[in-house]
Nanobody, 124 residues
Framework: QLQLVESGGGLVQSGGSLRLSCAAS????????IGWFRQAPGKEREGVSC????????QYADSVKGRFTISRNNAKNTVYLQMTGLKPEDTAVYYC?????????????????WGEGTLVTVSS
């Protein structure tokens, strides 16, 4: 059974950077599409970014394009979300999730495994 654990969240000032990590156990991440999601207080969960199994295909929400970068290191069984130029509106709990469908591309559907989340707070 795949288990995911997020880390790297914290408090940062506006304009700052953080790198989130999504570490897997119980199975190898190389067989899964991985997505990052976030949920801000009082708002619905939204897809932030995803990466295909090969790592060749990525997708970003319009609100984070040019600021966030997703990557994967299958040897370390970890997926990363590098966040730069952080804004107060990026404040949320960030979750990683895994889709076992084996699709060539990635999207925010089909996620079957979820981590517990890591809190990112951006102060103005």
């Amino acid at each position: 059974q795949l288990q995911l654990v997020e880390s790297g969240g914290g408090l940062v000032q506006s304009g700052g950077s953080l790198r989130l990590s999504c570490a897997a156990s119980g199975s190898t991440l190389e067989n899964y599409i991985i997505g990052w999601f976030r949920q801000a207080p009082g708002k619905e969960r939204e897809g932030v970014s995803c990466i295909s199994i090969s790592g060749r295909y990525t997708q970003y929400a319009d609100s984070v394009k040019g600021r966030f970068t997703i990557s994967r290191n299958n040897a370390k069984n970890t997926v990363y979300l590098q966040m730069t130029g952080l804004k107060p509106e990026d404040t949320a709990v960030y979750y990683c999730a895994a889709d076992p469908s084996g699709s060539y591309y990635c999207d925010y559907q089909g996620m079957e495994y979820w981590g517990e989340g890591t809190l990112v707070t951006v102060s103005s």
